[in-house]
């Protein structure tokens, strides 16, 4: 009979599940998986860190709704990639993370790279296993994968010692998992659908507030055909923006817009009924804490949760109906309730976001359509989201970076824009880009880093090149950790540790041989993207921007007589590299 090892199972495990590409590091405990993927034809991706390796099985989640997959080493490369899975646990994002480990006839030994890697992942995953036996890693396979996916999604973890991996078995001893997730998915019960139309019908300011449970259920189709019969405005947040295109007047790409005070006085009040789905009440929604945010969701209105975890439903408030069940699962029982029924005219509250909406991009216009340098942040998203265009998928990675680009992108289609989420995770860019860039190869991606989260994964540039993933990628180079700056001369009239200077991050890409250019005038920045996409390269632009210019939306704050103090007694002048003398901790927008 065949004999078949422990890396050959498992991919042809993975290949039942529908993968053809992993991302990995390699390392001697891996070699029998690593060569099975080569021979089974599989596009095998290695990193240059077990970190971004991680990112890039999350990335690719999220950008297409199915499960990555990372392969990392024993020891170092498990603990490496334990920031890359804890990013999606804190997300809710399905991933399968596989390490290499010592091998079982070792153990006590102190054997090299050992480490209890299950107990490490154990916090940070849905599941996780150590494989023992050979002819078991398909029913551990398909076990981490109904568990990625199944209910809530989240990362999963399988240990495989080297010598289990290594060791034969007849082929006919090992079993196949094809079959192993429930049929059908859970929906909320029909009375309670009923009570939430009810509320929707007689709602005068409704919006839906669309999460992560929106992409992973694949429900965009659904929502978008709710959102146009009921006349409902979507926001959502970065897991679904796009899933009701930002060109129409029923998508928007943040929560926030439900609390903007112009639109509440022109629609006569905030949001009466919120219909939340697959979203959580946390920092993100504004929950009272939340970097001491007040809510979004007023006291006064009714919240309508919808999750598919009945432990999720009234975390933090009150929630008055709450809809156990798959996102679009309900959100089919939801059409179907809703045809024939009755809604109130909401266009007074739709054009009101939409004004918002409109008012909030334009509100840095006299600095977008500024020619002189330095070149405002603001002015440099704009450009991106102009020349990106609908069908990009946008990754925006740093403290300000990923503020301003938010307020500038327009999203049109779910698993187009990836950015931060609850672990607040700086460096996901270049491995972000470079997974939906493997996921979506005829389509444009574009990466923007702070320089801050362009140092922590840069050698992936060097993935790119040997992989021939032309992925863009603009470092938004203001010198330096511009949150941490920026407040801490507010507080404290100098700064530590939050100066970068002027780093020739264009000069490092070139060097692992991607296309790079230097951006120091505003009218350089679209040639330079035009350029940069037109190589057909992986590409680096390196965009000098303001380094005096914090992300602060004017009018949302309030200045106090001691904060305008504290901001001239923080502001001095000071020589800086290709914009010669300029004042520091200037607030001018």
Sequence with gaps: ?????????????????????????SGGHLDPIFHACDEHGFRLIDTRHEA??????????????????????????????????ANAWMDAIPMVCIG???????????????????????????????????DR????????????????????????????????????????????????????????????IDALCAAERPCIFAGGGVMFSGAQDELRAFSELTRIPVLANAKARGAVSERSDLGYGSFAFAADPEAQT??????DVILMLGARVGMFTGSSGGLGQPSVIPPEATLIQVDVEPEEIGRIRDVQIGLVGDVRETLRLLIEQARGRTFRDHERWIAALATARANHRDIFEEAVSRDEPPIHQAHLARDIADVCGGNAVIVADGGETSQWMADQAIVEQSGSYLSHGYLG??????????????????????????????????????????????????VNNDQGWGMIRHGQLRRYDHTVGAELG????????????????????????RPALERAFASGRPACLNVMTDPTQPYRLPGVQQKTARDRREEEQATKEVELPYYGRRKLGASAQ
């Design 1 to 25: 009979m065949a004999m078949i090892n422990g890396g050959e199972m498992l991919v042809r495990a993975l290949e039942l599940q529908g993968v053809r590409e992993v991302f990995a590091l």
């Design 52 to 85: 971004a390796a991680a990112h890039m099985a999350d990335g690719f989640a999220r950008t297409t709704g199915r499960p990555g997959v990372a392969l990392v080493t024993a020891g170092p490369g498990v603990a490496n990639a334990i920031t890359g899975v």
């Design 100 to 134: 290499g480990r010592s091998p079982l006839r070792d153990e006590d030994r102190l054997p090299l790279q050992n480490l209890d890697q299950v107990a490490l992942m154990r916090p940070i995953t849905k599941y996780a296993r150590t494989v023992l036996h050979p």
């Design 137 to 196: 890693i398909p029913e551990y396979v398909a076990a981490a994968w109904r568990h990625a996916v199944s209910g809530r999604p989240g990362p999963v973890f399988l240990d495989i010692p080297v010598d289990v991996l290594y060791t034969p078995v007849e082929e006919s001893h090992v079993p196949t998992f094809q079959h192993f997730a429930a049929e059908g998915r859970p929906a909320a019960d029909n009375a309670s659908v009923e009570r939430a």
């Design 266 to 271: 022109v629609a006569g009040g905030p949001p």
């Design 425 to 474: 995770c700086l460096g996901v860019g270049l491995p972000f880009g470079l997974a939906a860039k493997v996921a979506h190869p005829n389509r444009p991606v574009l990466a923007v880093l702070g320089d801050g989260s362009a140092g922590l994964n840069i050698a992936e540039f060097d993935t790119a090149v040997r992989h021939q993933i032309p992925l863009v990628a603009i």
């Design 502 to 525: 002027p780093v020739r991050y264009d000069q490092v890409a070139a060097g692992f041989g991607a296309y790079s250019e230097l951006v120091t005038e505003p009218a350089e920045i």
